[in-house]
């Protein structure tokens, strides 16, 4: 049988998707459908502009955990097509890589035109199709497995074989199309952003930087760890991105307003840190709190705890000043372990990271094969990318998972 194989949509799973078909059978059709007159876009914005298009991490388990939704797929995935065999198809098509100490992969030239550049060129070396300003509306299935897509203006076009790769949709309605072919929809909801604290003094802090901080959802299991980065607005950074992304079904269940409870040391329990501080205060009675901070954060932030605290006095001058180590009680100490272990603000509502944002939900993945990416309701359609209810923290995962899912997706297999 002849192959014609339509992908809709031009981004990063719809290029590598449709290369990789060429790739597998050479005398394959292969048309992208692309709504926009301009493909790869989100590709060209991504990562500031310098694409992060993959995570070096080798560890597969390690790798999954990256994903709140479908790491566990993924993980089988991956080991057929993961990060290592993306940066080495990257660098065989002669883009030059930099792998960073974060394990965040860019090109080389620090430049997402390299990316996309490759991809535009390689579909067109091997002779893939590439039609914009075409919005695909509807699929309709026909006799012996063919597929009718159905454009904006009525024309439609006949395939065997179609891969649907048109990214994350943020609004429910988006993909009533693949609902009504029978494909459960888990409904998207923003993941990836940053948590506003309006009005609070915490704010003041702004342009701090914490690393190793535990950050959890209060009332849930769901907890993160790394730097936090406090804004005008309220927290942003590591921390809080991988939060906003585990807990991003919670989150929006709590309607953004929810309360999130801080662990400045990381993993330090109140016991250890109750221990730390009177070691402290015996070793350096005549010494200020403020002079003598027995952890590893800023001293802008000890500051702030120690005032939130009330270990700061009032002077004659009526200036403020820190209490001494020998003045501080055991219910000072105690207050003060509690809040360094256990530090509450209230959220209210979320803010964009960087314009950065992934789609959590999609076409859910018991609608879909996953070692073949076939519908398992409409044969010989095939669905890779953000359209899937997969997504990652920030660090090169998302758009490892596109270049995974299509690379799977392109060998047409049927389940
Ligand atoms: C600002 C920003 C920065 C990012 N940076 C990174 C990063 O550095 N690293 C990382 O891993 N991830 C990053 N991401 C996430 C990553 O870009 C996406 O997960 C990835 O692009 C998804 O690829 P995709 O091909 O599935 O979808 P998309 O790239 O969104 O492509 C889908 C395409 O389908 C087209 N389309 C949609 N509907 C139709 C239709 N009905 N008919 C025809 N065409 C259609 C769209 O116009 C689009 O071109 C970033 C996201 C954003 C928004």
New binding site residues.
């Given amino acids: 049988m002849s192959i014609n194989a339509a992908v ?7 290029f590598f998707a449709a290369i990789e078909v060429k790739r597998n059978f050479p005398q394959a059709q292969v048309t992208i ?4 007159n301009q ?1 790869l ?3 060209s ?3 500031g502009g310098r ?3 993959t995570n070096a991490c080798t560890d597969l388990d390690e790798l999954a955990k990256a994903y709140p939704r479908g790491g566990k797929q993924l993980k089988h995935l991956f080991r057929e097509f993961g990060p290592e065999q993306t940066m080495e198809w990257f660098k065989s098509k002669g883009v030059p890589l930099v792998v960073q100490p974060d394990n965040c992969v860019f090109p080389r030239s620090q430049d997402s035109a390299s990316i996309t550049g490759i991809l535009i060129r390689e579909a067109s070396r091997c002779g893939v199709h590439v039609v914009t300003g ?4 509807g699929i309709r299935p026909g006799p012996q497995g063919s597929l009718t897509l159905e454009q904006e203006q009525g024309t439609q076009y006949e395939f065997n074989k179609v891969i649907v ?4 949709s943020p609004r429910k309605e988006g993909l009533l199309w693949l609902k009504e072919l029978g494909h459960q929809i888990m409904d998207p909801i923003p993941s990836l952003f940053t948590f506003n604290i309006p009005s609070d003094p915490v704010t003041q802090l702004q342009g701090i930087v914490e690393e190793h901080v535990s950050a959890s959802i209060q009332g849930t299991r769901i907890k993160a760890h790394g730097t936090l980065l406090i804004t005008h607005w309220g927290m942003s950074g590591p921390a809080i991105l991988k939060l906003s992304s585990f807990g991003a079904r919670e989150i929006q269940k709590k309607g953004y307003d929810f309360t999130i409870n801080i662990n400045w040391t990381g993993n330090m329990d109140q016991e250890t840190v109750t221990q730390i501080l009177e070691q402290t205060a015996k070793a350096n009675p005549e010494k200020r709190v403020s002079s003598a901070k027995p952890f590893n954060m800023t001293q802008r932030l000890w500051e702030y705890l120690l005032e939130k605290n009330r270990l700061f006095a009032n002077t004659s001058d009526g200036s403020q000043t820190a209490r001494k180590w020998k003045e501080i009680k055991s219910k000072g100490i105690n207050r003060l372990a509690e809040a360094i272990i256990n530090d509450q603000y209230q959220v209210k509502g979320k803010s964009r990271f ?5 789609t959590c939900g999609g076409v859910s993945l018991k609608s879909i094969n996953t070692s073949t990416m076939e519908s398992k309701i409409v044969p010989n359609l095939y669905f ?4 899937l209810d997969i997504d990652a923290i920030t660090g ?5 998972a ?1 270049w995974t899912t299509a690379f799977i997706a392109a060998k047409l297999k049927n389940s």
């Fill in positions: 809709i949509g031009g981004g990063a799973a719809g459908f692309e709504k926009n493909v876009r989100k590709v914005v991504s990562g694409c992060n298009l075409t919005k695909i509306t790769t048109t990214g994350g960087r314009q950065e944002f992934v890779a990318g953000e359209i090169g995962y998302n758009l490892q596109a």
